[in-house]
């Protein structure tokens, strides 16, 4: 997962899958960046191929924890099946869901 700073937005490109077996190596590194602070978060998801149900718990935490501390995460870059994944749970109406980066660093003025 690599992570980008621009200004004070934190930007995470995740992998091709967060599933089972990756997604505990996601959340310890979310969990880092809000750990050490970070309030702005992109997760671009253009590399992305699927994300399993543990996925969407770990993005859900995130979500829950940003809300509490006075945070923000956009989401950017879905492919169509994860789009769908997002919107047959319910997660699309929780989350903010742009198509680009660009856009989602424009969310934040």
Known sequence: ??????????????????????AKDVEGELDGLLDGGARKLVADFDDNEYVSSAGLRVFLAVLKFLEK??????LCGMKPFVADVFEISGFSELFEIVETREEALGLYG
Do not use: F, K, Q
């Open 1 to 22: 997962m690599d992570i980008e700073v621009v200004g004070d937005v934190n930007i995470v490109r995740l992998p091709a899958r967060v599933d089972t077996t990756s």
């Open 69 to 74: 501390n006075d945070g923000r995460i956009v």
